[in-house]
């Protein structure tokens, strides 16, 4: 794993998390609202206690994945938040926290710095990465 894949990683479960939510709130929805009503002459059984329990069997399954992936966020973020404070330049350190912890895009992390955006991602970035020590596994 290259240091750019290991300060990644944040920011690719965080997502992930966000992407679980939003399948809780759309399942949630789907059960909230009224359904299209059918007339029909013709008799149907329709278990709505089997819909319910398969209804609350799904949101308890993502709930629990999200739980997960909170944790795992957490975990992970403390880990690189830990490896970028130990950084001597604080330039450096404030570029991979705006960047890999914050996921502002390389214009909003130069405006926040002040500096260009070429500056910024190419020379700065380069520096901070040569100078990044992660301690998890590479």
């Known amino acids: 794993m290259t240091k750019k894949e290991y300060l990644r990683q944040y920011l690719i479960a965080y997502r992930e998390a966000e992407r679980i939510g939003a399948d809780i709130a759309r399942l949630r929805m789907r059960y ?25 069997a799904k949101v308890d399954q993502l709930e629990r994945k999200l739980s997960d992936k909170l944790n795992q966020c957490i975990d992970i973020e403390r880990q690189i938040r830990n490896d970028i404070d130990r950084m001597e330049d604080d330039k450096e350190r404030e570029l991979l926290r705006l960047r890999y912890i914050d996921g502002m895009t390389w214009e909003r992390v130069a405006e926040c710095m002040n500096k260009s955006d070429r500056y910024v991602r190419g020379k700065l970035h380069g520096k901070a990465l040569q100078h990044f020590i992660p301690s998890g596994s590479l």
């Open 32 to 56: 909230a609202l009224p359904q299209a009503i059918q007339y029909s002459d013709m008799p149907k059984a329709h278990n709505v206690e089997h819909d319910l329990s398969d209804y609350m």
